[in-house]
């Protein structure tokens, strides 16, 4: 059963940097599409970034700029370094994994930036 293990959240001031990591393991196939997406309570979630297993990335236009999407594929982990936050940027963060046509979400981690 695929695992999704995130980390990195945190307090932070604006002008900042954080870096989330998002591991998985436990699936016996090849992990796709993986990316990152944000959700503040009683609002819909939506999308930040993702990146292929081939390392082509999208980007959210409001993180251009300032938020780098990476992966390792040999620890089937997919990080965002977030530079330059914005208290606008405060929210859960959600990992998200596709494997074939399934998706799979992170427990999400919070990242709160102060002005």
């Known amino acids: 059963q695929l695992q999704l293990v995130e980390s990195g959240g945190g307090l932070v001031q604006a002008g900042g940097s954080l870096r989330l990591s998002c591991a998985a393991s436990?699936?016996?196939?090849?992990?796709?599409?993986m990316g990152w997406y944000r959700q503040t309570p009683g609002k819909e979630r939506d999308f930040v970034a993702s990146i292929t297993s081939g390392g082509s990335t999208k980007y959210v236009d409001s993180v251009k700029g300032r938020f780098t999407i990476s992966r390792d594929n040999a620890k089937n982990t997919v990080y965002l370094q977030m530079n330059r936050l914005k208290p606008e940027d405060t929210d859960v963060y959600y990992c998200?994994?596709?494997?074939?046509?399934?998706?799979?979400w992170g427990q999400g981690t919070q990242v709160t930036v102060s002005s």
């Open positions: 998200n994994v596709r494997i074939i046509i399934s998706d799979y």
């Open positions: 436990g699936s016996p196939f090849k992990i796709g599409t």
